[in-house]
Nanobody, 116 residues
């Protein structure tokens, strides 16, 4: 069982930056793929990007490629989502998900608001 907590959301002006964190407060990220998703009211949860257990090259949705960067620190059980050049359409609740084998674990999300 893994418990995840996202943090770092907030209000930022368009063009600004935020760094989100995903922490394993119970359990670890061992052997887990970590993905970031986002969701706005009335819409399905959207994949933002993900990173494998050993790091490697993260994958990103086209909508954030070149602006967002995912990294992880396995020793600290932390995964980060660095968001730059934010746009109003990036506003959403951001979630991290740990996938280990056939099990998925989700955090409760952190709100990102982008003012134009």
């Amino acid at each position: 069982q893994v418990q995840l907590v996202e943090s770092g959301g907030g209000l930022v002006q368009a063009g600004g930056s935020l760094r989100l964190s995903c922490a394993a407060t119970r359990g670890t990220f061992d052997e887990s793929l970590i993905d970031w998703f986002r969701q706005t009211p009335g819409k399905e949860r959207e994949f933002v990007g993900g990173i494998g257990w050993s790091g490697g090259v993260p994958v990103y949705a086209n909508s954030v490629k070149g602006r967002f960067t995912i990294s992880r620190d396995n020793a600290k059980n932390m995964v980060y989502l660095e968001m730059n050049t934010l746009k109003p359409e990036d506003a959403a609740v951001y979630y991290c998900r740990a996938r280990r084998g056939s099990s998925d674990y989700w955090g409760q999300g952190t709100q990102v608001t982008v003012s134009s």
